[in-house]
């Protein structure tokens, strides 16, 4: 089988995933897209991570492209990448865990005050608030793909209020949800259909002094939107690790926010340890024309 994995990580990154992909599938032949594309162009699957657009440009014969990210609004908005090709994306147990540590940690530091004590520090400051138990903060979470089904299956034990909505639900069911959600943890897809979501009808659907976790794509908010609703006072504090434009410009208001917690997009990290196990299970699958896992339903857009 003739593999083609193509990234646009730097050049460390990518022998890390090229050294892992090779050790979890030795029996493929792995190839670059040049080198494919010299020896005639054909090749079995594609195997990508934040390939720069075009790359897989004068191929053929692929029957299945890999992607090595949850996310896979970025691949879909390559108006290159073969639209006839089924496409799979990264769905790792291990990353959804990280996912799941890093919602608790925001969730805690919410409830508990967390980021305002750092402040507090910063200023000297010897002051406690009134303690609340997790059973009076109610966290709603955007998204019941395996994401967020491990963040409600981590934050469950703590005994919190939780309420989780996808789209299918429809606006009636979010509404509902909103007007109680202390916390909202975004993990949507980004598509057509959920970007810009996270605007300012949807942060004055929420009760005063709520707090949102975006670990999902910044084209789910307005940016605007979301400082106005911090600077009025409506939002208590945002933690955000995902941004229109990665990395985040240093002059943006963001950085220096005293609601914002500024994360660079390690909320969860596809792990090539465990991601390359995965991915040759399935290349292997197509191989041997078995069912694949994880295709994206290209019309709903993941
Ligand atoms: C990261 O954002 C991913 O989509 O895996």
């Known amino acids: 089988m003739k593999i083609v994995f193509t990234s646009g990580l730097d050049a460390t990154h990518s ?26 162009g ?6 990508v991570a934040n390939p720069p657009p075009g790359s897989l440009a004068g191929l053929h014969g692929l029957r299945l492209i890999q992607g090595l990210w949850a996310g896979v609004d970025r691949l879909l908005a390559d108006p290159t990448l073969p639209t006839d090709v089924p496409l799979a994306r990264m769905v790792d147990p291990a990353m959804s865990d990280a996912m799941a540590e890093t919602a608790l940690w925001a969730v805690l530091s919410l409830h508990r005050g967390f980021f305002v ?3 507090r520090q910063a200023k000297q400051q010897w002051r406690a608030h009134l303690q609340r138990r997790a059973d009076e ?9 395996s994401m967020g089904q491990a963040v409600f299956d981590r934050l469950a034990p ?9 789209r299918s639900d429809g606006p009636h069911a979010l509404a509902l949800a909103q007007a109680q959600a202390h916390i909202t943890i975004n993990l949507l897809p980004l598509t057509p259909a959920t970007e810009a979501l996270l605007n300012a009808p949807f942060f004055n659907a929420l009760p ?3 707090s949102l976790v975006n670990l999902a794509r910044g084209a789910h908010v307005v940016d605007t939107d979301l400082l ?7 939002l208590r504090h945002a933690v955000l690790d995902v941004f229109h434009e990665e990395p985040l410009s240093t002059a943006h208001p963001y950085w220096r926010h005293p ?3 500024v994360l660079p997009h390690m909320a969860a990290q596809t792990d090539p340890r465990s991601a390359a196990v995965l991915v040759a299970a399935n290349l292997r699958a197509l191989r041997d024309g078995l069912p694949l896992q994880y295709l994206v339903d290209r019309a709903r857009g993941y």
Do not use: C, F
């Open 117 to 119: 004590y750092a402040q």
């Open 42 to 47: 054909h090749a079995d699957a594609a195997v």
């Open 137 to 145: 903060v109610q966290v709603l979470i955007l998204g019941t793909g």
């Open 158 to 166: 703590l005994g919190y209020r939780l309420h989780s909505w996808r």
């Open 228 to 234: 106005a609703a911090l600077n009025s006072g409506h």
């Open 208 to 210: 005063k002094g709520a």
């Open 259 to 261: 609601q914002v917690t």
């Open 15 to 40: 022998d890390g995933w090229r050294q892992a992909l090779h050790a979890a599938l030795p029996e493929a032949q792995w190839l670059n897209p040049e080198d494919a594309r010299s020896q005639g």
